[in-house]
């Protein structure tokens, strides 16, 4: 199994609370992902890092920020949550833009 | 708009009964990959398929990549209640690598 370790893996919150999800990775993967997965939506990218310091945008990026300070971790933070976050995010790690995607095992967040 | 397109969305089956789960998309894709993902878990690589018309085999799955490489398909002979999960199907935009595109997924459930 790839070393990818999510932390914490349930969190329940209060709205407007600021709330940070770490990914830690023991791989040495380059490439870095944050989803969010929802009944009907599927997964869906948040933000992704290609490289330390270096992140993008996905297509659910709003109210949400990442920093990737080292190799091994890629952080996604929610400013001021609110209840739409409510949600299970998976981190994801991949050696190379177009390789297979190695998965966290999520952390469940409620947004109260 | 959803660009992979699975079906069923649902199914439930007896044990030893065969099923088909259909990704499809009006976009040609470079390479599709199909996870599996179980309750409290990550999704999980099952295989990629990369060339047009290619068969994979693993165990009792069978996969196909269309010839136009705009679809796929993942068949199961003998359904086990092992193979309860989440079907995942993601792939590679022709001449967009830097994000995988994901299904909604098939939710199987095999009953012994």
């Known amino acids: 199994d790839a070393g990818i370790t999510q932390s914490p893996r349930h969190k329940v919150t209060e709205t407007g609370t600021p709330v940070t999800l770490r990914c830690h990775q023991t791989e040495n993967h380059r490439y870095m992902y944050w989803y969010r997965q929802d009944p009907g939506h599927g997964l869906r990218l948040i933000h992704y890092s290609y490289g330390v310091k270096d992140t993008d945008k996905g297509e659910v990026s709003d109210g949400y920020s990442v920093s990737r300070s080292k190799t091994e971790d890629f952080l996604l933070t929610l400013e001021s949550a609110t209840s739409s976050q409510t949600s299970v995010y998976f981190c994801?790690?991949?050696?190379?833009?177009?390789?297979?995607?190695?998965f966290g095992a999520g952390t469940r967040l409620s947004v109260l | 708009t959803q660009l992979l397109e699975q079906s069923p969305q649902f199914l439930s089956i007896q044990e030893g009964e065969n099923l088909t789960v259909y990704c499809n998309s009006s976009?040609?894709?470079?390479?599709l990959q199909w996870y599996r993902q179980e309750p409290g878990e990550g999704p999980v690589l099952l295989v990629t398929v990369v060339t047009g018309g290619e068969v994979k085999k693993l165990k009792r799955l069978t996969f196909q990549f269309g010839d136009a490489r705009k679809d796929s398909s993942l068949h199961i002979t003998a359904a086990q209640p092992g193979d309860t999960g989440l079907y995942l199907c993601a792939g590679f935009e022709a001449g967009n690598n830097r994000k995988l595109i994901w299904g909604l997924g098939t939710s199987l459930a095999v009953n012994p």
């Open positions: 976009s040609v894709f470079s390479s």
């Open positions: 994801a790690i991949s050696e190379y833009v177009v390789g297979i995607q190695y």
